[in-house]
């Protein structure tokens, strides 16, 4: 009896999601569905590489063409995401839809320079990456966050923490309508605001005092990055010990760190990592001293 039930309820959904589409694609209503998968179809003359949705049991295709005016490489990384859309095509008898994002976008820009206000927590969608920088879209309008505003942490690379079409909750700290000198409009954004300060818990630390820490980060040229335990993201950065043993410095090892000094004007530790005899290949168990 549950099974019929089950395959009711499935029929109901689907029921609404075309009733949904068909809106979407009469008055540009912005719908949401996740990307499922990825095919290569043919769209009027040409071959056209597309994310395969499902909007409540409802296949439809985003054309790589239509997801944003980014040029993105692939589209491997999108599966598994949500992506607004209007619907452009039904085909009924064939049973799916053609998507746009790029007219979604635009709907959603003009209703959030209506509605946004500074202090407004929002979603931002990593569109693309440098090293220190990332490209955002905050419901259809762009924006760029500095790796200084996306975390109390230092992050060298932020193509090693991110990928596109990742999203994270962010707050709007500048926000100016467009206008006739700035048609684009200004908006301003900040992810570390929404964190607590790691460095508010430097008062359970002490100078001279010993401590362990957990690698979070091993970096060829920074050294070892660690996390002290019983702190929210207090983190130490230490030069690799000499003639340390390869199987300790490996991420989620935890090692002793040693406090010698805290700056509390530059906000900077200096500490020395000691390790244990047997994680010592030979020389000196010297620790080293680190600045973070």
């Known amino acids: 009896m549950r099974q019929v039930e089950q395959r009711y309820e499935h029929v109901g959904d689907e ?11 009469r008055v540009k209503q912005v719908l949401y569905a996740e990307a499922i998968g990825l095919e290569t179809l ?11 949705l499902n909007y409540k049991g409802v296949f439809g295709y985003l054309p790589k063409s239509r997801i944003d005016n980014y040029e993105f490489k ?3 990384h999108f599966l598994g995401k949500e992506f607004e859309f209007v619907v452009e095509t039904v085909d009924i008898d064939g049973h799916w839809f053609l998507a ?3 007219q979604a976008l635009e709907v959603s820009a003009r209703r959030f320079w209506k509605s946004a206000k500074v ?27 500095s790796r200084e505003e996306v975390s109390y942490s230092y992050i ?3 193509r090693s923490e991110f990928e596109i079409g990742d999203t994270l909750d962010i707050k709007i700290t500048k926000l100016e309508a467009p206008n006739e000198e700035n048609p684009d ?27 362990t820490a957990v690698i979070t980060k091993i970096h060829p ?12 993201g207090l983190i130490v950065r230490t030069n690799f010990p000499p003639n340390a043993n390869p199987d300790v410095l490996k991420k989620g090892k935890k090692v002793t760190v040693k406090i010698l000094e805290i700056n509390h004007r530059d906000r900077r530790i200096k500490a020395i990592t000691i390790l244990p005899q047997r994680s010592i290949n030979a020389g000196s168990r010297r620790g080293v001293r680190v600045i973070h």
């Open 15 to 25: 029921q609404l999601g075309w009733a949904d589409i068909k809106e979407s694609q």
């Open 42 to 52: 043919t769209l009027g003359d040409k071959k056209e590489e597309m994310l395969k």
């Open 74 to 76: 692939g589209l491997h």
């Open 100 to 102: 746009d994002r790029i």
């Open 119 to 145: 202090g407004q927590i929002v979603v931002g969608f990593i569109r693309g990456m440098d090293m220190s920088r990332l490209y955002l879209l905050v419901e259809g309008v762009p924006t760029v966050m």
């Open 156 to 158: 060298d690379d932020m």
């Open 185 to 211: 409009g200004l908006l301003e954004v900040n992810a570390k605001v929404l964190s607590r300060d790691p460095w508010a818990q430097i008062a359970d630390y002490k100078e001279g005092g010993s401590y």
């Open 221 to 232: 040229e920074h050294g070892v990055f660690l996390e002290l335990l019983g702190s929210s």
